[in-house]
T-cell receptor, first 115, second 113 residues
Framework: GAGVSQSPSNKVTEKGKDVELRCDPI?????LYWYRQRLGQGLEFLIY????????KSGLPSDRFSAERTGESVSTLTIQRTQQEDSAVYLC?????????????FGAGSRLTVL | QKEVEQNSGPLSVPEGAIASLNCTYS??????FFWYRQYSGKSPELIMF????GDKEDGRFTAQLNKASQYVSLLIRDSQPSDSATYLC?????????????FGSGTRLSIRP
């Protein structure tokens, strides 16, 4: 979606390395979501932010995953000691201001490949 | 039991026919329900949302919700080849504030000319 930028668009890394994925929404969007989509699979909820707090981080797969957000702006998803099963597209989403609170617009995603 | 379940398909429908996509959910307290379309290699995009029992129509699309039976469906009338995509059902416990939104694994729809 035009309202959110994700970077990098593609990342290839070696197993065991740390990676940081970035989501940069248009400012003023209070809520922000992260999802993971493995090849051929559905969207797996990771975490959502309300402002810079995370009321629900129940979807983070392990303690290797962490996320933070600065105010109502940039969010970063960090994966430490990457494993091959972390290979997926990581999608950031937000509810546009003129829509319902839970109607999501998605970014283009960050495709992560762990070798 | 998955929180949101969909038949993975593929569902093959002839052009011009009605495509019917179904979704069931486990949380009886769910309040808002969504259908997203995802083309291969692209991000999901919203088609429709529905909050109340019954039908909601938007052009060729109709969403149907039955909270008692815990299912939501999407009908696509006059199916076109451009409707070929994966359709994702999503469910949320709330409708007025942000909270966890759970997606199904999607149904692949193929419209054959």
């Amino acid at each position: 979606g035009a309202g959110v930028s994700q970077s990098p668009s593609n990342k290839v890394t070696e197993k065991g390395k740390d990676v940081e994925l970035r989501c940069d929404p248009i400012s003023g969007h209070t809520a922000l979501y992260w999802y993971r989509q493995r090849l051929g699979q559905g969207l797996e909820f990771l975490i959502y932010f309300q402002g810079n707090s995370a009321p629900d981080k129940s979807g983070l797969p392990s303690d290797r995953f962490s996320a933070e957000r600065t105010g109502e702006s940039v969010s970063t998803l960090t994966i430490q000691r990457t494993q091959q099963e972390d290979s997926a597209v990581y999608l950031c989403a937000y509810p546009p201001l003129d829509s319902g609170a839970n109607v999501l617009t998605f970014g283009a995603g960050s495709r992560l490949t762990v070798l | 039991q998955k929180e949101v379940e969909q038949n993975s398909g593929p569902l093959s429908v002839p052009e011009g026919a009605i495509a019917s996509l179904n979704c069931t959910y486990s949380d009886r307290g769910s309040q808002s329900f969504f259908w997203y379309r995802q083309y291969s290699g692209k991000s999901p995009e919203l088609i429709m949302f529905i909050y109340s029992n019954g039908d909601k129509e938007d052009g060729r699309f109709t969403a149907q919700l039955n909270k008692a039976s815990q299912y939501v469906s999407l009908l696509i009338r006059d199916s076109q080849p451009s409707d070929s995509a994966t359709y994702l059902c999503a469910v949320n416990a709330r409708y007025s504030s942000a909270s966890k939104i759970i997606f199904g694994s999607g149904t692949r729809l193929s419209i054959r000319p």
